[in-house]
Each structure stands twice: as structure tokens, then as C-alpha cells.
């Protein structure tokens, strides 16, 4: 039996196969089981920031695992230590506690219950079109109703406001607010990118009415959109900020920055793997390959080349490209899965956001001539 189908007899059926194999990753390219080459802009779901198997990453898990693999947070570690002092430094400076997990879901989760539990308030408020996971209290905040409806009744309390209506969301909040949980940019919601004006009033509006404002960075953390983290393209002050996906190159891990020490009390949350050495040694690779090689800067700069180049594709079948830095987001005048299959056959894969939203995340290590290709697969397909 080959693999697909192995998996296919064995795996709770929950995830859509996309009939292809994948055996071997090196920066911005991935390999099939019949050796068929494609360039990855799905990157683990935004995960490759700095490329596959990135030799930085490899080298640091491999020394990791030969001394010590995994360490509960009732003791103390160097490797741990490092990677949160790591976060700290790439943080403003009033984001200075970290909790550190294995996903976003787990940040958006922790960040929920910190919320309620050092406000004493329950209500939190999201955004239409918004994702933060599909755990349930993560499931609960985020908007789209197929997620939602086949786990309902949800965890009470989540309360949804259309994104970049600032006056909609005083509207909702209430004395009872503990939190507003925003993404910069949409990414599942269809790479919606947030309005200054938007997100200035509604920092503005937590300010004036004691409610924490929680930004959800999980795919847009780590450089993706040409700043380590996207708030800072509008210099919010969040109270906390949910991070993961590429924070430790491929890795499982997660964490949240808080501002000052949110008063939770011990042993009131945990986690048996976060802030394990392995892939806290992942993470410190990872954001020092981030730093070294100014992904940022290079995500700024081939996010705008290639959105640009999208643009001036001649084609009725595209409505709107939308992106920063390297997070983009074509709009099409039909359904996304046709076209997502027929990329691939060309050797490009790539992500919907939506029914109708094609979503391009490559690693940012990706290569000019890479994104040559890209653009030439795509605009004889579009």
C-alpha cells in the first residue's frame, strides 16, 4: 500500500488529501514520492518561513536531542531560558512574560483564559470573517460557521463584529468585556488586511474601557508580512500577542507574550510540551536565521514585487490582489479548488482562503527566479 493509501484507510477522515506525496523539502521547494518538484507556497500552512529543513534548524534539534529532549516547566533550563530572553528581545519592550505551548490554537487558548481570569470579565470580542483555531474556546472566537456549527453549543461568551468597522465594535463591547481578539490580516478569512484607522480606535477603545486587546499573530508572526510581527506596521501596543507556526521552522510550538505579569495564579494553566528544549533549541535557530539573514526586509521587498506582478496580470478571471509582504491573496471571479489543482500539475502548490481567495505563503527564502516561475505558472493559468 502506498502511503496516501495507507492513510486514507487509517486516519479519522477529517483532512482533505490533496493526492500528492511529499517526501523531501529544501528551501523553497518540496518533493513528491515520484520525484516530481514543486515550489512550495503553502509552506506548512505559513510554517516555512525559513525554508525546509533549513540546515540552521536541523543542526540545533540535532545537538538538542543528543542532551536532553523534553523538560516540564517545574524545572528550570538553559535552552528554555534562551529562547524566552530570544522572544523578549524581539518584542516591544512592555510585552516581557511569555507562555510557551506547541500551537496557535494553544496561544489563542491560553490568551482567552488569561484574559477572563485577570479581568474577571468573560466576554470576548472578535472579528467576522476571523480564525484563531479550532479548539474550543479558539473554535468559539473564530466566525466562519462551518467550523463552528457541527461543535455547537460553543463556549458562551464570544460575541462577533464586522473587521475594519471600529463604531461597530463599541457598539458591542459591554462592562463585561474582558478582551477584543483581532488578526492583522485575515488569513483562513480571505487575506483581509486590517485599516490603521481600525485598529488606532480600537486599541483607543480597550484603553478607555479597561479591555485587554489580544492580537493573534500565529500566521502572520516571524516576518511573514515584512515586519517580525504585523502589528508593528501600525505600532499597536497589544496586552498580549498569540504566536507559533513559524516561530521554530517546522517544529511544534507556540507561545503568548503578555504585558507586565497577567495575574493568573498558579496552577491555573499549564501544558506537559511547551517550552520543551527541543523545540525551544528549534526557535532560537530559527529567530536568529530570521535575524541574520533580514527576512523581514526580504519579505517586504518579494511580497511587493510579486503582488505587483500579480496585478498586472490582463485577466477577467481575477477581481483583487491583496497582500503585505509576503502573505498575498488573489481574489478570483470563481471558485479557488480548479485552479489550486491545475497549479499543482504545473508544480506550484498553493493555499484557498475561502471559496474564492487564492493564498500564496512561500517560504521567504524563496528565490527570484522562483517567484519568476511562480508568476509565469500563474498568469498562464489565470
Not at 15 to 36: F, P
Request: hydrophobic share 45%; proline share 5%.
Amino acid at each position: 500500500m502506498t502511503p496516501q493509501e495507507i492513510e486514507l484507510k487509517h486516519e479519522v477522515k477529517i483532512y482533505g488529501k490533496r493526492g500528492i506525496t511529499l517526501v523531501r523539502g529544501e528551501g523553497a521547494r518540496v518533493w513528491d514520492d515520484t520525484g516530481k518538484e514543486y515550489i512550495d507556497c503553502v509552506a506548512g500552512h505559513g510554517v516555512v518561513n525559513i525554508g525546509h529543513a533549513n540546515p540552521a534548524v536541523v543542526k540545533a534539534i540535532h545537538e538538542q536531542a543528543q542532551q536532553l529532549i523534553t523538560c516540564p516547566e517545574s524545572f528550570s533550563n538553559p535552552t528554555r531560558a534562551t529562547l524566552l530572553q530570544k522572544l523578549n528581545a524581539i518584542t516591544p519592550p512592555h510585552l516581557s512574560r511569555f507562555f510557551l505551548c506547541n500551537s496557535g490554537a494553544e496561544a489563542v487558548e491560553a490568551a482567552i483564559k488569561f484574559a477572563r481570569v485577570s479581568t474577571g470579565k468573560t466576554e470576548i470580542l472578535c472579528a467576522m470573517r476571523g480564525f484563531h483555531g479550532r479548539t474550543m474556546g479558539a473554535l468559539s472566537a473564530t466566525f466562519n460557521k462551518k467550523y463552528r456549527q457541527p461543535f455547537e453549543p460553543l463556549v458562551p461568551g464570544f460575541i462577533h463584529a464586522p473587521f475594519n468597522n471600529a463604531g461597530k465594535f463599541a457598539e458591542k463591547m459591554t462592562d463585561n468585556t474582558a478582551a477584543v481578539l483581532l488578526e492583522i490580516v485575515q488569513g483562513e478569512g480571505g487575506v483581509n488586511i486590517g485599516r490603521r484607522e481600525f485598529f488606532e480606535q480600537v486599541q483607543q477603545l480597550c484603553r478607555d474601557r479597561n479591555t485587554l486587546l489580544i492580537i493573534d499573530e500565529v500566521q502572520t508572526g516571524f516576518c511573514r508580512t515584512g515586519k517580525m510581527f504585523a502589528f508593528e506596521h501600525f505600532d499597536l501596543q497589544p496586552d498580549m500577542v498569540c504566536m507559533a507556526k513559524a516561530m521554530a521552522g517546522g517544529v511544534p510550538i507556540g507561545a503568548v507574550a503578555c504585558r507586565a505579569d497577567p495575574d493568573i495564579g498558579v496552577g491555573k494553566h499549564g501544558t506537559t510540551f511547551g517550552g520543551n528544549p527541543l523545540a525551544a533549541a528549534a526557535a532560537i535557530a530559527a529567530i536568529d536565521f530570521m535575524l541574520e539573514n533580514d527576512l523581514a526586509v526580504q519579505a517586504a521587498e518579494k511580497g511587493a514585487f510579486l503582488a505587483e506582478e500579480l496585478r498586472n496580470i490582463n485577466s477577467p478571471k481575477i477581481r483583487e490582489v491583496r497582500h503585505l509582504g509576503l502573505m498575498v491573496g488573489i481574489e478570483l471571479k470563481e471558485k479557488v479548488y480548479p485552479c489550486l489543482e491545475k497549479l499543482a500539475e504545473q508544480g506550484v502548490l498553493a493555499l484557498p482562503a475561502g471559496a474564492t481567495v487564492l493564498r500564496l505563503l512561500p517560504p521567504l527564502v524563496v528565490k527570484h527566479d522562483e517567484i519568476i516561475k511562480i508568476l509565469k505558472i500563474t498568469t498562464e493559468l489565470l
